[in-house]
């Protein structure tokens, strides 16, 4: 007779589901297949995993930190990249086969030799002798390696982006945007005019944000985890903004006249870079900037932050963290007008008044009340700058000014792009420097600008997060960044439109994120924002989002659900 003790236990045993079914976690939904490693953001299935892990975490962590300060901690952030790098080819080795290598190097070798070939067969009408061997040595010394470890992220068979590009149609599209830009790009590097300099640029920016982008998709598997990545984002940001305001007013207040050695510490080289002082106007106009090099760039920055802000504490729990959070996107905004951007004040002022219709429209006229309340404490010089945005004279002369000076270069982008169509004329701002002085004196002849009092320094970017990719990269890529865009609005808004009944505050977190992304394209319609720091932000959020419409489109996962 059998030994009732070993007997097997039926389906419906309940001693048997308490040993195969775990407890359902707080966190509801679970992207993760069963028996799956756990990664960024969780405990591991071993030691090894969660060694990975903790190594992913801090590298995103340091990233974060160091961006803002665009190569004054370049030790820091190449320390980062390595440990991100490092974390994600050691998850992949963990389930390195045969069939896993073979096919992460025959994509390797795919796409390297697509590339190659390329610059071989333009190597026939490029002016400069020797272009192939130029192009293909820059290549393999500047992107080859960072080009390996993409190939292994995207075929890695336990990974969520392979599944996701797989089975998801949707999401299929919006990374398939992402990476047919990406390719792009690579292509546009290999047949620039100066290849060593697009591909040293497609190395320290767009490909390792492009692995960020992939990093956030593979490891934001449950609402915990993105949850954590978005309150972490968040809160470096926040940090950033309030040292940028703290040394704006130390600037004006204290370092400027008096404290020499607070002065000394707030400069570089001779140089201060707390501020900007822009003696141009009537009265002298102080910007700020800090930790950034350029006020745009600390205005960009704040909208981020700000917008995200509001996705922030439509997530979290309890009125006095929502509160601090709160605090933290109101010191964003000011950062914001700190700088004096006013592309960033009209962006993150429309992102805010996007996710209020969204969210409830009665709460417009509470925004208009404190947008007047704000006018009126203003500084005058403030106010006076503000003003210019509402008057036609800005718009209308194209002799002089800054909207002048982005008019000019916005015709000289769509000139590249009539010369250059497919390919562009190389990615990178030190390619589009070179470029633009004569297609700025084709500008001037074409349009009877003789008589403009074009600016000395010559630009090294379209102020135009569309049009600097469509002359840099081409046409087709314009189109996928274009397209990446606008699906991905899409995917949000029908997120907001179809609600999850289990997720507190779903509709406020869809209407924030569609807020931030609108804010950031917004902006970026007057600066461009896909660089440096900024665009390690933009790139890893937008992977971030991108987990938020798959976990809600999915349904609970089986071992997840609460038993009856």
């Known amino acids: 007779m ?56 801090y590298g995103v962590l340091t990233l974060l930190i160091v961006a803002p300060f665009e190569g004054r901690g370049r030790a820091l952030y190449q320390a980062g990249q390595a440990m991100v790098l490092a974390g994600m080819v050691g998850r992949c080795g963990m389930d390195l086969t045969w069939g896993y290598a073979a096919r992460a190097v025959g994509l390797f070798a795919a796409v390297t030799a697509a590339l190659l070939s390329l610059a071989f067969v333009h190597s026939f009408s490029a002016p400069q002798p020797g272009f192939f061997a130029w192009s293909a040595s820059a290549f393999l010394s500047q992107y080859s390696l960072i080009l390996l470890a993409t190939a292994f992220v995207l075929c890695h068979r336990q990974s969520e982006v392979y599944e996701r590009l797989r089975r998801h149609p949707r999401i299929l599209a919006i990374i398939g945007a992402m990476l047919a830009l990406w390719l792009l790009t690579a292509m546009a590097s290999m047949v620039s005019w100066i290849p060593d300099e697009s591909l040293r640029t497609l190395r320290k920016e767009l490909g ?38 703290l040394a704006y007013l130390l600037y004006l207040y204290a370092s400027h006249y008096n404290l020499e050695g607070l002065k000394l510490w707030l400069s570089a080289e001779g140089e201060t870079f707390a501020v900007r002082v822009n003696p141009g106007l009537k ?27 509001l996705f922030v504490m439509a997530m979290v729990e309890g009125w006095r963290l929502r509160a601090w959070i709160g605090a933290g996107s109101l010191v964003a905004v000011v950062a914001v007008f700190f700088s004096g951007t006013r592309g960033a004040e009209i962006a993150v002022l429309m992102g805010v008044a996007i996710f209020v219709l969204l969210w409830n429209w009665r709460y417009i006229f509470v925004l208009i009340a404190g947008l007047a ?140 994120l569609f807020a931030l992304l609108a804010a950031m394209t917004l902006y970026g319609m007057t600066n461009y924002s896909l660089r440096g720091g900024i665009g390690m932000y933009i790139w890893l959020l937008m992977g971030a989002t991108i987990s938020f419409v798959q976990l809600s489109a999915l349904p609970p996962a089986p071992l997840e659900r609460p038993r009856k």
């Open 2 to 57: 059998a030994n009732p003790a070993r007997k097997k236990a039926l389906p419906g045993d309940g001693r048997a589901a308490k040993k195969t079914f775990r407890r359902p976690r707080s966190d509801g939904r679970r992207l993760a297949r069963v028996g799956s490693p756990e990664s960024l953001m969780g405990l591991s299935r071993n030691s090894y995993y969660r060694g990975f892990d903790w190594l992913i975490e």
């Open 208 to 245: 390792p944000y492009v692995f960020l982008f992939l990093l956030a998709i593979e490891t934001m598997r449950t609402w915990a985890r993105l949850r954590r990545l978005f309150v972490i984002t968040f809160a470096v940001g926040a940090a950033t903004c309030l040292a940028s305001c």
């Open 283 to 309: 009265d002298v106009l102080v910007q700020a900037q800090f930790p950034f090099s350029h006020p745009n760039r600390l205005g960009s920055f704040g909208v981020i932050v700000a917008t995200l802000g």
């Open 373 to 512: 309340i704000a006018y009126g404490a203003a500084p005058s010089i403030q106010k006076e700058r503000i003003r210019t945005i509402f008057d036609p004279w800005t718009y209308t002369n194209l002799q002089q000014g800054n909207f002048a000076r982005r008019v000019w270069v916005a015709m000289a982008s769509v000139e590249m792009m009539r010369d250059h169509p497919w390919l562009g004329i190389g990615y990178g701002e030190e390619v589009f420097e070179k470029i633009y002085p004569a297609y700025k004196a084709r500008v001037i002849a074409n349009y009877g600008l003789t008589g403009a009092q074009i600016d000395e320094e010559d630009k090294s970017h379209a102020h135009n997060n569309i049009l600097q990719v469509g002359a840099s990269s081409g046409l087709p890529a314009m189109g996928a960044f274009c397209a990446f865009l606008v699906l991905l609005g899409i995917a949000l808004l029908r997120r907001w439109a179809r609600p999850i009944p289990d997720v507190p505050r779903f509709r406020q977190q869809a209407a924030a």
